[in-house]
């Protein structure tokens, strides 16, 4: 499977949460709502979520396996540093 595209838009409000990310698979598949996040150990990416009703945050989408989460992170880590982004408010 490869990423054949990356759409980042960067958030203007200060904050922990940087930017939201688009990414396509394939030409054919779309994932919303990935998330840039300003960690302690610097940025890394949260997979799109929803909260249960019991309050925890579930992944809707998600890697399944440490090589390509980190290769996806990288890539899109890549095109965040590289200023490779649009500048919006938040997604609703």
Do not use: W
């Amino acid at each position: 499977m490869q990423v054949t595209d990356i759409r980042i838009r960067k958030l203007e409000k200060e904050g922990k949460l940087k930017a939201y990310v688009t990414v396509t698979f394939d030409d054919c598949f779309v994932v919303h709502n990935v998330k840039i996040i300003e960690g302690n150990n610097g940025v890394f990416i949260a997979m799109p979520s929803r909260k249960t009703s019991n309050g925890e945050y579930k992944d809707v989408a998600h890697p399944i396996n440490v090589e390509f989460r980190n290769s996806l992170q990288e890539k899109i880590l890549a095109e965040y540093e590289a200023g490779h982004v649009e500048v919006g408010g938040d997604i609703d």
